[in-house]
């Protein structure tokens, strides 16, 4: 008999399968489906910022060209409770319905909107928020302590207003990948998720054109969070939920023995439909009956590299022995 039940982030998971935020999750109909098929956790398709401000751009222009001058910093101040109302309606709806954790999410770019929009998905009953803060770094002229503050503005200011855990999801583009984790830790965070996959850019040669890339993983992009939990469990005191390129039972596996506490899956499902988790599921029971491990805590992290003796293995970067030309 094995037993995948796990915590994260302080709450209890049935198992540590978590159906990332993505259009699986974007209605009721879609987190029920993914809580019969044995998801321990979901966290719900994100709200974006520009969905905000959108909505409230919109009826600010109504309002300034019907000549309502005095409405509009009211309206302004209003912003948040209007355009997103139809997000609180899906978390109230979808909690009372499924048993498991309910993870709301919010894509950052800044701070001003999220502060009362958090205590607002905190009051729905939310079980808790994952932040998918997303900076695109291009600009030459911004020096990076600028935009690591960014990201610590979000996560204070939604930090202080709300009581529920907080993840923060962030993409793998960092000087210090570590450094960036322990300074989110410190701020409250619960939980880091590494790594979200970001949009991809592509070119087709034969129009000339930019096009999309491909929008879902392939399961050789698992070794780049592997690396960075195996390197930043347990160093680091918060939970780490390992995101992209996990697409069966025993890359999930990888992750737990690395360190992480939950694995979020979304492409393979996608490809699959959500009835792969049960089978993801099974392929983790299978490696642990192999194995002789009855529980999860029998073996997370026990390949990290705060547990290891060659810890030089988790940070080393060139393939030495083929550059040199030499045989082994
Ligand atoms: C269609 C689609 C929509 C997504 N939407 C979101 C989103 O709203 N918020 C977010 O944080 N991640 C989003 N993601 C990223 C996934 O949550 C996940 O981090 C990424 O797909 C990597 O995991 P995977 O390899 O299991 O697919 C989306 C991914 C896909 C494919």
Known sequence: MVELSTKYMGMDLRNPLIVASSGLVNSLEG????AESGAGAVVLKSLFEEQIEADTKELMEHIWLNG???AFDYV?????????????????????????PVIASLNCVSAKWWVDYAKQIENTGADALELNISVMPSDPNRVSEEIEKQYYDIVEGVRRHINIPIAVKIGPFFTSIARMARELYRRGVSALVLFNRFYQLDIDVDSIKLVGGNPLSSPKEMNLPL?????????????????TGVHNGIDAIKM???????????????????????????????????????SLSDFRGILSQEESDKSELYERLQYIKALSGKKD
Request: proline share 1%; aromatic share 6%; hydrophobic share 40%.
């Open 256 to 294: 737990i023995l690395a360190g992480a506490k939950a694995v979020q899956i979304c492409s393979v499902l996608y490809q699959n439909g959500v009835e792969q988790i049960g089978r993801v599921q099974k392929e983790m029971e299978d490696w642990m009956k192999g194995h002789n491990f009855e």
């Open 31 to 34: 987190v029920e489906k993914c």
């Open 76 to 100: 302004r101040g209003m912003g948040m409770s209007l355009g997103p109302s139809d997000y609180l309606k899906l978390i109230e709806d979808v909690k009372k319905k499924v048993t498991i």
């Open 68 to 70: 309502h001058t005095e």
């Open 227 to 243: 690396r960075w939990i195996a390197l930043l469990s347990g160093r680091i005191e918060c939970d780490f939920a390992a995101s």
